[in-house]
């Protein structure tokens, strides 16, 4: 009978020793509460810098497009002013043209008022007129294509600027996240990293803690089995 008894409070003051291991649970549980919070706030700041970046490369494709779009425009313009150019100078020839026609002998030039006429400009060799109206046309199109590229420039100018202030806050983001993780964080991938793997140990804490837990009530249980065995040995 005293064998049992001893054989009895050894028992339980190995599941009493076991359960003063296990004290500390409430500060690991404050611990994990701790870490869980930094967690959600990591990750919180993980979310904005991946928004602000789809954000970013959203307006940098948009970018893309417009700057093929302001390339094939300069063509245009291009295309448009020697279109012009050419009808201004074929109008002012044929115009050249006409005044020779109407020059006489002894009357003063229209255009620089002499009365002798040795070398007047030679006509035009092709029989094509061209009218001031198809001058105006050929410079209303130059300046309607001019308007379009000044828009669209103005458009890619602003997407640039939102492309920079989006940078700049993932940038701010980042530093913010270095500061609260104690680390040199420069891209967005190294950051998304570590707070993965601060979320690993996030849930190996908890899988720690559950354990504890789950270790204690068992302790309990067996040392009020124990006690009363005690008893009644």
């Known amino acids: 009978q005293k064998s049992k ?9 190995k599941v009493t020793d076991e359960l003063d291991q296990l004290n500390d649970v409430h500060d690991h549980e ?12 990591l990750q919180e700041i993980v979310a904005d810098i991946q ?11 948009q970018q893309q497009s417009l700057q093929k779009w302001l390339d094939q425009q300069q063509q245009l313009i291009g295309q448009a002013q020697t279109t012009y150019d050419d009808l201004k100078d074929a109008y002012a020839r044929g115009e050249i ?9 002894g ?19 092709d029989d094509r ?7 105006e046309a050929a410079n209303q199109r130059l300046n309607q294509l001019q308007r379009e590229q000044a828009a669209k420039k103005s458009q890619f100018d602003d997407q640039k600027h939102q492309v920079n202030e989006e940078m700049a806050t993932i940038n701010e983001l980042l530093v913010q996240l270095s500061k609260l993780m104690n680390v040199d964080l420069k891209t967005i991938d190294g950051a998304t990293e570590k707070v993965r793997d601060f979320s690993e140990t996030v849930n ?23 006690k009363q065995r005690q008893t009644e040995e």
């Open 204 to 226: 190996k804490l908890r899988q720690d803690l559950i354990n504890e837990k789950r270790q204690t009530q068992e302790l309990l249980i067996a040392q009020s089995d124990l």
């Open 30 to 41: 404050l611990n994990f509460e701790t870490q869980r919070h930094q967690l959600q706030k």
């Open 51 to 61: 928004s602000h970046q789809r954000k970013s490369n959203e307006l940098s494709k």
């Open 97 to 105: 043209a006409r005044l020779v026609h109407q020059l006489k002998p």
């Open 129 to 135: 007129v061209v009218l001031n109206d198809e001058v």
């Open 5 to 13: 008894l001893e054989l009895t409070q050894q028992r339980l003051q």
């Open 107 to 125: 009357s003063p030039c229209p255009v620089c008022g002499a009365t002798d006429h040795p070398h007047p400009a030679p006509l035009p060799k």
